[in-house]
């Protein structure tokens, strides 16, 4: 069975950075396609970066290009959001989720197996 944990949410002030762990029990996460996404209460959810099984391609939402990094841990078998410059409206409940396309527009029907979620919460 596939189990996705997402871990290292925390209130963090506008201008700090988290790194968020997307960890895999029961499969080698780096044969897949994997996604970060978030939501707040009463939105869609949004997708905002995926990486290929490589590794080397990545993609970004508009909103957290050149502030949020993807990147793989192929040793932990984890994928880790490191996340700079945040800003209140970055304030959401963050999943990382098994993808069956990993492109500029993630969506969330291209996911397929979900995490539980980690809240970050951005405010003075």
């Known amino acids: 069975q596939l189990k996705l944990v997402e871990s290292g949410g925390d209130l963090v002030q506008p201008g700090g950075s988290l790194r968020l762990s997307c960890a895999a029990s029961g499969f080698s996460l780096d044969r897949y396609l994997v996604g970060w996404f978030r939501q707040v209460p009463g939105k869609e959810r949004e997708g905002l970066s995926c990486?290929?099984?490589?590794?080397?391609?990545?993609f970004y939402a508009t909103s957290v290009k050149d502030r949020f990094t993807i990147s793989r841990d192929t040793a932990k078998n984890t994928v880790t959001l490191l996340m700079n410059n945040l800003k209140p409206e970055d304030t959401a409940m963050y999943y990382c989720?098994?993808?069956?396309?990993?492109?500029?527009?993630?969506?969330?029907?291209?996911?397929?197996?979900w995490g539980q979620g980690t809240v970050v919460t951005v405010s003075s």
């Open positions: 990486i290929d099984s490589g590794g080397r391609t990545t």
């Open positions: 989720a098994v993808l069956t396309v990993c492109s500029p527009t993630l969506r969330v029907s291209y996911a397929h197996t």
